[in-house]
């Protein structure tokens, strides 16, 4: 005889389906980031952690309500449709059920917000095949399916952060590197985020016009003291793209060497703020 559907299970299991999928998306972003050039401010992990942690029964909520509303009724449709096959499982019609269940409340956020066909649609399908998955995991009717969810799930989160960190290691994810640009790239016009400049020419001289002078113990939105001029640049190799660096000298300005970093479409030099291993950066951007 089969096995009495328990909707309260599905519930649970349909929710830490939810839960797991955030964890997941949050491993896959953190190592997304260190595939990025460096932001101009260097994240307070600390923060970041207390936030996560502090969001898990916000989270837990989220996915319970989701699961009420969409996944539920979705399973329930699945059982009706199988008893009217004669107990054959129906487990294909869960996605468009969940599908239909979406699309009244994605159809009119969009339309009040005047949102784009095309965000609405990837929006919509995401969701759908987010909250199917859940279905469909709760969907067996077997002893242990929580613990057996709850294990794997785990086991698949740690997996890929794991395996993420170590493809990060040894090279088969690519992890950010600064662009080599080399004297070439360095001639032209430099600029901050406000109106500072730094015009580069092919003989060896430069012009400032407004660029920021840092001392120890500033911060990255801090007022600077701007510095004009004219002198001199280089441009150091150094051992790899990491090491290498771009000298300015400026009688009337003193700045230590500019690192490297950005991309090669759009590269940037930058001064570190504050102190030492700060993280907080200063930088400019060539002009295409």
């Known amino acids: 005889m089969r096995q009495k559907r328990s909707y309260g299970r599905v519930l649970v299991v349909s929710t830490l389906v939810g839960c797991l999928e955030v964890a997941l998306a949050v491993v896959v972003v953190l190592l997304y980031v260190q595939t990025q ?5 260097a994240p307070d992990w600390a923060a970041i952690a207390g936030s996560l942690v502090s969001a898990v029964p916000l989270v837990g909520f989220i996915a319970f309500l989701l699961s009420l509303v969409f996944v539920l009724p979705a399973v329930a449709l699945a059982d009706l449709l199988a008893r009217g096959l004669g107990g054959r ?4 019609s869960a996605p468009p059920a969940v599908a239909a269940l979406l699309a009244p409340p994605v159809l009119i956020f969009a339309t009040h917000n005047d949102t784009e066909t095309e965000s609405t649609l990837v929006f919509w399908a995401s969701a759908t095949a987010s909250l199917s998955l859940g279905a469909l995991i709760a969907l067996p009717r077997g002893e242990g399916l929580l613990r057996r969810v709850g294990l794997w799930g785990t086991a698949v989160v740690a997996g890929t952060g794991l395996f993420g960190a170590l493809g990060l290691a040894v ?3 690519p992890s950010y590197e600064p662009p080599r640009i080399g004297p070439q790239t360095m001639t032209g016009t430099w600029i901050d985020h406000t109106t500072g400049t730094l ?5 060896g001289r430069v012009t400032a016009s407004g660029v920021g002078l840092h001392r120890p113990g500033d911060r990255t939105g801090d007022p600077s003291r701007r510095c004009s001029g004219s002198g001199t640049w280089s441009y150091e190799p150094g051992r790899d793209v990491r090491s290498q660096k771009v000298r300015v000298q400026i009688p009337e300005c003193h700045w230590p ?3 490297v970093d950005g991309t090669d479409r759009e590269p940037r030099i930058s001064q570190e703020v504050g102190d030492p291993g700060s993280g907080q950066l200063y930088k400019l951007r060539k002009v295409s």
């Open 89 to 92: 499982a129906a487990w294909w």
């Open 171 to 173: 090279g088969l994810l």
């Open 257 to 259: 060497a500019w690192g």
């Open 37 to 41: 050039p460096p932001p101009d401010t």
């Open 199 to 203: 015009v580069f020419t092919p003989d």
